[in-house]
C-alpha cells in the first residue's frame, strides 16, 4: 500500500500563486508517474497535469499550460504543483495520484491512477 499525502492548498487572490506538494510513501515505490487532478463541487474529478516519473516528462491540460509547472524530486518521492496566475475557475480539492504501471491505463485518465490523497483545496477569490 502507499500513503500519499498532500499539502500546500490555501486562500489567494486571483493573479496569485499557490505551490502544491505531494509526498508517496509506504512500501517501495516505483510508480510509473505521478499526478494532479482536481474537482469542484458539482463537477466530475479532472485531470490537472502529469509527470513521468523515469524521464520527467510533463502533461498538462489546458486551461492550465503556461500558467501551472509540475516537477518531481525522486529522492523523496514528492512530486510539485506550482501554480501561477491563478483564476478563480482554478478553485477546486486537488487530489494526488499514482499511476503505478504504463499499462495501467492512460496518463490522462483518472482510471490509470490507484493510491489517491485525501486531497488540498485551492481557493481562488476574485
Known amino acids: 500500500q502507499v500513503q500519499v499525502v498532500e499539502s500546500g492548498g490555501g486562500l489567494v487572490q486571483a493573479g496569485g500563486s499557490l505551490r502544491l506538494s505531494c509526498v508517496a510513501s509506504?512500501?517501495?515505490?516505483?510508480?510509473?508517474?505521478m499526478g494532479w487532478f482536481r474537482q469542484a463541487p458539482g463537477i466530475e474529478r479532472e485531470f490537472v497535469a502529469a509527470v513521468r516519473w523515469y524521464d520527467a516528462n510533463t502533461y498538462y491540460r489546458d486551461s492550465v499550460q503556461g500558467r501551472f509547472s509540475i516537477s518531481r524530486d525522486r529522492a523523496t518521492n514528492t512530486v510539485f504543483l506550482q501554480m501561477d496566475r491563478l483564476k478563480p475557475e482554478d478553485s477546486a480539492t486537488y487530489y494526488c495520484?499514482?499511476?503505478?504501471?504504463?499499462?495501467?491505463?492512460?496518463?490522462?485518465?483518472?482510471?490509470?491512477?490507484?493510491?489517491w490523497g485525501q486531497g488540498t483545496q485551492v481557493t481562488v477569490d476574485s
Open positions: 509506504g512500501r517501495t515505490f516505483s510508480g510509473y508517474a
Open positions: 495520484g499514482v499511476k503505478a504501471h504504463l499499462d495501467s491505463g492512460s496518463i490522462w485518465s483518472r482510471a490509470a491512477y490507484g493510491d
